[in-house]
Structure formats: C-alpha cells, structure tokens
T-cell receptor, first 111, second 113 residues
Framework: GENVEQHPSTLSVQEGDSAVIKCTYS??????FPWYKQELGKRPQLIID?????GEKKDQRIAVTLNKTAKHFSLHITETQPEDSAVYFC??????????FGQGTELSVKP | DAGITQSPRHKVTETGTPVTLRCHQT?????MYWYRQDPGHGLRLIHY???????DKGEVSDGYSVSRSKTEDFLLTLESATSSQTSVYFC????????????FGQGTRLTVV
C-alpha cells in the first residue's frame, strides 16, 4: 500500500526566511498530492494541492513542486510570518480515493 | 466550512467497553475517512468508505470496525477499547472527483482509562 514519508519533523526559521518541507511516496499510481496546515487544537485545513499532470503550482507565498519520476513533492513557503507557525502535513491519494498522510512537520517561525 | 459533524466531541471510557463515534455529513460526498492523530505519528488512516456499504481498511485498522448504511453517516466502532486507542479521531469527507479536497471534522478526543 501507499506509504508517505515527510521530513523534517520539526523546522525552525526566522521571520522572512523560506521554509521547505519534503515528502516521498511509494505508490506510483498516486495522482493527487495535497498539503494541510493544522493550527494548535484545530482541524487540518487544505492550503494547496497538486495533481500528477502538473509539475509546480503557486499560490501567493506558497508553492508545491512534484517530481513523479522520483516520487517526491515539496512545499515551499517564502517570506515566512509568525502566523505560518503550525503543523504541516503532506498526503497522497490515488484514483481509488485512499488518502494517506505523512507524519507532519512542526514549523516554528521566530519573530 | 463543509457540513461535517463529529459526535461526541469528547469521551472518556473504560478499558474493555465498546465505543462508537459518529461522523455526519450534509455535502453528499462519496468518500468518508476515519483517522487517528497521535504525537509523532501524524494522521493515520483507520478505515475509509467509497460508497454506501463500501469500506476498506487503512494503515491501523486492527481493533476498529466501521459501517456506512447511508451516504450521510460513517460510524467508527471500537469493539473493546484499550488504552492504546486513546487518541484524537478525525473524520474527513471528499467527493473524490476533480474537487478532491478532503474536509475534516472538528475531531473527537477519546480517552480510555
């Protein structure tokens, strides 16, 4: 079955710096790769996603890249702000709808 | 927010007792999921459903069963609760089509003592 590995588990950056979180997946049939942000005590919420027919997608300060050959995808956050501090999860899904998450990255942005 | 409600929101139960958590949606989405969240483990899939009476196992299905008798409701049952099942449980829904975003419920904090 699908396995998603996420690194690093914790990441601390200074405000204004960039943050990069990386994930790898095992199932070559996976075709949808969302990223979720979870603030303390709240539910995970989608921040950006990418489908397998696209190599990169941007939304303001957030971007995601996908390398299908290597089976890895990454989240890039530029100009980080304290409100970006949260736990971020990557996930992978195939046509069957099974959605598997990585272990999460706790991002801390220091003012 | 998507129309998804989990009940109860908090529960304390004793080891060995059966427990059922309910997930209710008003979005008519095809897919429904149950995850558990524990420190250091992220969100682990317990079971998911791709239609009424159609379910499949996830990564950590042992000790759990599910049922989906109608589109709106997805029930998670712990047949005989153990302390290792103390966790926060999240339900999620997705339409599984081009709009494949999964929306999460508020979560249920379950403590098994």
């Amino acid at each position: 079955g699908e396995n998603v590995e996420q690194h690093p588990s914790t990441l601390s950056v200074q405000e204004g710096d960039s943050a990069v979180i990386k994930c790898t997946y095992s199932d070559s049939a996976s075709n949808y790769f969302p990223w979720y942000k979870q603030e303390l005590g709240k539910r995970p919420q989608l921040i950006i996603d990418i489908r397998s027919n696209v190599g990169e997608k941007k939304d303001q300060r957030i971007a995601v890249t996908l390398n299908k050959t290597a089976k890895h995808f990454s989240l890039h956050i530029t100009e980080t702000q304290p409100e970006d501090s949260a736990v971020y999860f990557c996930a992978a899904s195939n046509q069957g709808g099974k959605l598997i998450f990585g272990q999460g990255t706790e991002l801390s942005v220091k003012p | 927010d998507a129309g998804i409600t989990q009940s109860p929101r908090h529960k304390v139960t004793e080891t060995g007792t059966p427990v059922t958590l309910r997930c209710h949606q008003t979005e008519n989405h095809r897919y429904m999921y149950w995850y558990r969240q524990d420190p250091g483990h992220g969100l682990r899939l317990i079971h998911y459903s791709y239609g009424v009476k159609d379910t499949d196992k996830g990564e950590v299905s042992d000790g759990y069963s599910v049922s989906r008798s109608k589109t709106e409701d997805f029930l998670l049952t712990l047949e005989s609760a153990t302390s290792s099942q103390t966790s926060v449980y999240f339900c999620a829904i997705s339409d599984g089509g081009r709009g494949t975003e999964a929306f999460f419920g508020q979560g249920t904090r379950l403590t098994v003592v």
